[in-house]
Structures are given as C-alpha cells and as structure tokens.
C-alpha cells in the first residue's frame, strides 16, 4: 500500500510561482504523476517523471512547468511558474508501478491517488 499527500497548493497571482510537493510512504513506486481538475471539467494529465528521472508534460504547461523527484526522499515535485488563470485546479499527486509512455496520461492506470491541493491563479 502506498500513501500519497500533497501539499504547496494556495493562491497566487498571475506570472507567479508555485511549487507543490507529494509524499509518499510505503513501499516504492515506479512513476509519479501529477494531474488536475478544473471546476466542471474532467481530471488531466498534467505531468510524469518515470523512477529514472524522465519526464514529460502535457502541451499547456510545457515550459513553464517542471516535475522532479527525490527518491531518497519520497518526494515528488512541481514547479509551476508563469501561471496562468487557467491553471487554477485542485492538483492530484498519483502513482503507478508499470509504466509506459503511451498511457501515461491515463488516469485510470495510476493505482494511488493523494487527497489533492488546491491551486488558485488569481488575476
């Protein structure tokens, strides 16, 4: 069993910085990702980074959105800069052992999920 929380998320304005962070505890995962759900609309793919350190992104957020990992730590992070308004979603940590990158934006192939942080981009 693996526990996922996030945390970093809040308010920030437009062309501001955020950085969010997901802890994981249990025993080790494959690769990380990062989604999110704007109000209304369906959860997306936001972010991966396999357990060898490589990373892609969804087309929105190439750029300006960096995902990273410690795994001495647990940790995974995003660092999002240049937000926009719409980047304002609550942002899912998930994880999955198997990985492959022509499903890696499919939410449904990631077996754990944390509580999720909520990011505000305020103009």
């Known amino acids: 069993q693996v526990q996922l929380a996030e945390s970093g998320g809040g308010l920030a304005q437009v062309g501001g910085s955020l950085r969010l962070s997901c802890a994981a505890s249990?025993?080790?995962?494959?690769?990380m990702g990062w989604f999110r759900q704007a109000p209304g609309k369906e959860r997306e793919f936001v972010a991966v980074?396999?357990?060898?350190?490589?990373?892609y992104y969804t087309d929105s957020v190439k750029g300006r959105f960096a995902i990273s990992r410690d795994n001495a730590k647990n940790m995974v992070y995003l660092q999002m800069n240049s937000l926009k308004p719409e980047d304002t979603a609550v942002y899912s940590c998930?994880?999955?052992?198997?990985?492959?990158?022509?499903?890696?934006?499919?939410?449904?192939?990631?077996?754990?999920w944390g509580q999720g942080t909520q990011v505000t981009v305020s103009s």
């Open positions: 998930a994880a999955r052992e198997t990985f492959t990158v022509a499903t890696m934006t499919e939410s449904a192939r990631y077996v754990y």
């Open positions: 249990g025993r080790g995962v494959y690769a």
């Open positions: 980074i396999s357990r060898g350190g490589m990373s």
